[in-house]
């Protein structure tokens, strides 16, 4: 079966690339930079139904990027979290949080004024973190 993106996190993302689990996608709201994985299982809604290698792949793979994000922002605080009220297909939230952020210190979920990034801005925020994500073995940049 091939690997179909939830059509809700399609509209309100831009795809970074690919590790090799998961989709890399880079939410259009400008906050953060709020960044999201999706493992490229189809049917899977939690974490614990992916297999055992999977979620030993996902950690690894959502580490790096919460290293990443972590150096490249100097974020007062990360935010993961996965909800799926909305969206079912498993996606991970990795936020960089800051104290002067539009929620600090509630969850961004529900506290911002959901204000996105124009087609300009989100252009180079992707470029910026395609090329941090390229320091990673395993990034593939997205080809669109």
């Known amino acids: 079966m091939t690997f179909e993106l939830h059509p809700r996190l399609e509209a309100d993302t ?4 690919d590790f090799p689990l998961c989709r890399i996608l880079l939410s259009k709201e400008n906050i953060g930079p709020w960044i999201i994985l999706v493992p490229k299982v189809d049917g899977v809604t939690e974490l614990h139904h992916l297999s055992d290698t999977d979620q030993q792949q996902f950690m690894r793979e959502s580490s790096l990027l919460a290293a990443k994000l972590e150096f490249h922002t100097n974020a007062d605080k990360l935010n993961m979290g996965a909800l ?3 969206v079912p297909q498993l996606h ?3 936020i960089a949080r800051f104290q002067d952020d ?3 210190p509630a969850p961004v979920w529900g506290n911002t004024q959901g204000i996105t990034r124009n087609d300009e801005s989100q252009a180079a925020v992707v ?3 395609k090329a941090h994500l390229n320091e990673i073995d395993g990034f593939s940049p997205a080809t669109s």
């Open 84 to 86: 799926g009220n909305m």
């Open 14 to 17: 831009t795809w970074l690339g």
């Open 92 to 94: 991970v939230h990795h």
């Open 102 to 104: 539009a929620a600090w």
């Open 127 to 129: 470029e910026m973190w």
